[in-house]
């Protein structure tokens, strides 16, 4: 089951994603990295993007030898018609693009209800604003730094104004909305993004391309907090 609200780490978070791990090996994969916040899971339908992951059978295996809950991310089309089973498997928060739903609200609704978290992700050039106004519908709002498809790319500063536009925006409305930011997310990115106002971070080769992996998510979580202090 989705766990407890409670029971969610607070900021910054840190979201290994388990694109960059030996899928061969996923179990101990997914236990070097218990001492992260979630596991972050690309499903992708070479359709939405041209790329090909995971389906609901293996999230399903995912989630039952998970040390931590699951951070579902899905660059999938119709996620109206797939997106609540997810949440069914178990996932801890559901993400689905903003590019690809006819009725976001509906299906952020649909998702908590099941249990999960509810959050929405848009591409390095869909706009923020139309988010605005249903800020309170999501748990999470995913803004992508890399063009979603593949892992390995290099983050984009030029999406980082959108980024503190909607933390601007959260403040505002007094939205405890989480801001999390995927792709290129490393040593030395994730204080940019942290500055301009993300919370939850994911990333993949900076954890699993290191040689302590416990190490690297204690030094990206420091690297975080030191950004959005501003040091």
Known sequence: MPAPLADLPAAPRINPSILAADFVNMQAELARIA???????????????????????????????????????LMITDPERWAPGYAELGAASVTFHLEATTDPVGLARTLRGIGARAGVAIKPGTAGE???????????????????GFGGQGFMPETMPKLRALADEAKRRGSDVWLQVDGGISDATIGQAAAAGADTFVAGSAVYGAHDIEAAVT?????????????
Not at 222 to 231: K, V
Request: no cysteine.
């Open 130 to 148: 139309p988010l605005y106004d249903i800020l309170d519908e999501f748990d999470q709002i995913l803004v992508m730094t890399v063009e979603p």
């Open 35 to 73: 001492t992260a916040d979630f596991a972050h899971v690309d499903v992708m339908d070479n359709h939405f993007v041209p790329n090909l992951t995971f389906g609901p059978q293996m999230v399903e295996r995912i989630q039952a030898t998970s040390p931590i809950p699951l951070d579902v991310h």
């Open 219 to 231: 030094r990206l979580r420091g690297l975080a907090r030191a950004g959005s202090l501003g040091g």
